[in-house]
């Protein structure tokens, strides 16, 4: 069974451009998360998937983030535009039944 | 506030040492708890989780977790580190037992001396 599926897994970009991270969750999980971890602090929630349902957002920094998750499949975080304090990893998380939440690779992105 | 504290940032062992993780949180029911490793250029991987019943969990790689209740800790030990274990381990919390939306600590990352 293929496990979560991060893309791209580092990405490089210059303040005020945009950029757009992807998560493949395991095949059957309704339920897709997105966190963060910023340099020297703690991995925050930021938003969670039911199916193609925001059913919590309240960890999204501001709105220059948006996530998507068309046909309940694979999940799209954009950040535009991009600010330096945006820089960090990503890291995307899917559950099943049992409530036990699989990790994605994480993507480092760099915003310079 | 409701945290979750891992109090050593950095710890280092000697191949063959035992070891033991500290994890203490600050939320008033019992909540679910992990025990997560992320090795260099790997993802989060899941060692072991606590919902209910027997306070000692045994998880994967050799590792164990037991839940104390009255000190609201959740501390990882091995008892004979391998070369391998060099990597950064995070506890975290569901909060509320079953939402899924997970609280971590801010993570320790374990050296491993030959």
């Known amino acids: 069974e293929a496990g979560v599926t991060q893309f791209p897994s580092h990405s490089v970009i210059e303040k005020g451009q945009t950029v757009t991270l992807r998560c493949d969750p395991i095949s059957g999980h309704d339920n897709l998360y997105w966190y963060r971890r910023v340099m020297g602090k703690e991995i925050k929630f930021l938003l969670h998937f039911v199916k193609e349902s925001k059913q919590d957002e309240s960890g999204m920094p501001n709105n220059r983030f948006l996530a998507e998750r068309t046909g309940g499949t694979y999940s799209t975080l954009k950040v535009q535009p991009a600010e330096l304090e945006d820089s960090g990893v990503y890291f995307c998380a899917s559950t099943g039944v049992a409530g036990v939440a699989f990790f994605g690779q994480g993507t480092r992105l760099t915003v310079v | 506030a409701q945290s979750v504290t891992q109090p050593d940032i950095h710890i280092t062992v000697s191949e063959g040492a035992s070891l033991e993780l500290r994890c203490n949180y600050s939320?008033?029911?019992?909540?679910?708890l992990f025990w997560y490793v992320q090795s260099p250029g790997q993802g989060l991987q899941l060692l072991l989780k606590?919902?209910?019943?027997?306070?000692l969990v045994q998880g994967i790689k050799g590792f164990e977790a037991e839940f104390k209740r009255s000190q609201s800790s959740f501390n990882l030990r091995k008892p004979s580190v391998h070369w391998s274990d060099a990597a950064e381990y995070f506890c975290?919390?569901?909060?509320?037992?079953?939402?899924?939306?997970?609280?971590f600590g801010k993570g320790t990352k374990l050296t491993v001396n030959p």
């Open positions: 939320y008033g029911a019992t909540p679910y």
């Open positions: 606590y919902f209910s019943g027997d306070t």
């Open positions: 975290a919390v569901d909060p509320q037992g079953g939402s899924e939306k997970l609280v």
